[in-house]
């Protein structure tokens, strides 16, 4: 009897992040079992050194795809960040960088028709319940690499993959603006009242200025590491955020509970500041604002997906703290760019407001991926449920 046991997967980058992708058909239907196989697939201690993971969050992650029932979608998406020295997974989001990942991967896996030069993939994002559209150049049936678009964060270039997320809004909330306005004031312990802007399109996120938290706003991932009193605060602001969405039912239980709902980010002004990889400047006329995001308790070298959409979009709603940073120019173009640790992420965007409520009517953002690997991951027997006896595994 072997001691191990295949199962089929393939190895994407989407955007700046990294998933393993199954089909569901690959995967025990008992979600408990699921699990437990993903967490082996992927390593369990903090260097998940005997796994997939690269014990990085961008690169925990897993993507389980399947055709979709819906009349509105092509495929169905289930994203699950993998949490790192933890024995959990969370389910209860969408990732925007790996989204970009599932259009290729189903263009290429033959579950929609293609139409080249660009083909259109409706995916149901099974987490949030969201429908987003994925537009994919295509070449010969395939889904094109090669291109001239650039993502920063991302070495050289690759074919764009244009991004529709105008219809997740509400995406864990039903509301654009779970709690109704603009700006809230939060009394945070070990803060006290801190102002804080709260959108909810693609993901949660709570919004707050730099300089409130003793920040500038062009900190790099390594600064932000490195100032454990910040993110204490941040993660105490995010928790009582959580307990104000419903996400939890006690602020204490958030870092475990719901410790990717909602994100946080600082905003500010935009200046120029340096890409510390890489020593290039950016520059303030190229942008509209800064802005720093901390996914399940980590900076963030680049910046999410979701996070993106949410952030640009906020910076459309009048009178948000986003908002209020924000340079003039999208109001005229509906281009918003704003600068992250690693360059500039940019959506194109509308927001109006109608009956007294904000209306989001673009949310369009480019990402590049590439599929990297296919084959099969090895798994232990007692992962799989499965009698232990020693044999070659082959």
């Known amino acids: 009897m072997k001691e191990q046991q295949l199962l089929k997967c393939t190895y994407m980058r989407g955007g700046t992040s990294k998933a393993v992708f199954f089909k569901k058909n690959e995967l025990p239907e008992n979600e408990e079992r699921r699990d437990e196989i993903i967490k082996a697939v992927f390593g369990t201690d903090v260097r998940q050194i005997d796994g997939m993971g690269g014990a990085d969050i961008t690169t925990s992650k897993v993507a389980i795809i399947s055709q979709s029932e819906r009349s509105d979608a092509?495929?169905?998406?289930?994203?699950?960040?993998?949490?790192?020295?933890?024995?959990f997974i969370v389910w209860d989001n969408n990732c925007g960088n790996i989204s970009s990942a599932v259009g290729p991967y189903a263009?290429?896996?033959g579950m929609v028709k293609v139409t080249d030069p660009i083909t259109e993939v409706?995916?149901?994002?099974?987490?949030?319940?969201?429908?987003?559209i994925a537009r994919v150049e295509t070449k010969e049936g395939?889904?094109?690499?090669h291109g001239d678009f650039v993502l920063d964060g991302v070495p050289g270039t690759g074919s764009k993959i244009e991004l529709d997320y105008k219809m997740t809004y509400g995406a864990a909330t039903g509301r654009l603006l779970p709690t109704g306005n603009v700006v809230d004031t939060l009394d945070v312990q070990g803060v006290g009242e801190i102002a804080v802007s709260i959108v909810d399109i693609a993901n949660p996120v709570c919004f707050v200025k730099a300089e409130d938290i003793g920040l500038r706003g062009d900190e790099s991932k390594p600064e932000l590491k490195a100032n454990k009193d910040v993110l204490k605060k941040l993660e105490a602001i995010r928790a009582k955020t959580a307990l104000t969405c419903g996400f939890v039912n006690n602020v204490d239980?958030?870092?475990l509970k719901s410790p990717t709902r909602p994100m946080i980010a600082f905003v500010s002004s935009a200046h120029d500041y340096t890409d510390y990889v890489t020593g290039k400047t950016i520059h303030e006329k190229d942008l509209d604002f800064?802005?720093?995001?901390?996914?399940?308790?980590?900076?963030v070298d680049t910046y999410t997906g979701t996070g993106?959409?949410?952030t640009c979009v906020a910076s459309q709603i009048e009178g948000t703290l986003v908002n209020q940073v924000?340079?003039?120019?999208?109001?005229?173009?509906?281009?918003v760019r704003f600068g992250h640790g690693r360059g500039i992420n940019s959506v194109f965007t509308e927001v109006s407001k109608e009956n007294n409520e904000f209306v989001v009517k673009k949310a369009v953002f480019n990402r590049t991926a590439r599929r990297i690997m296919d084959g099969y991951v090895y798994v232990k027997n007692e992962n799989m449920g499965l009698p232990v006896q020693k044999g070659t595994s082959k």
């Open 326 to 335: 924000c340079g003039s120019e999208p109001q005229k173009s509906g281009l």
């Open 253 to 255: 239980d958030a870092t």
């Open 290 to 299: 800064l802005s720093r995001v901390i996914w399940n308790q980590e900076p």
């Open 142 to 145: 395939r889904a094109a690499v």
């Open 122 to 132: 409706r995916i149901h994002n099974t987490n949030t319940q969201k429908v987003l």
């Open 308 to 310: 993106t959409v949410c």
């Open 107 to 109: 263009i290429d896996e």
């Open 74 to 87: 092509d495929v169905d998406y289930n994203f699950g960040q993998v949490q790192i020295g933890e024995n």
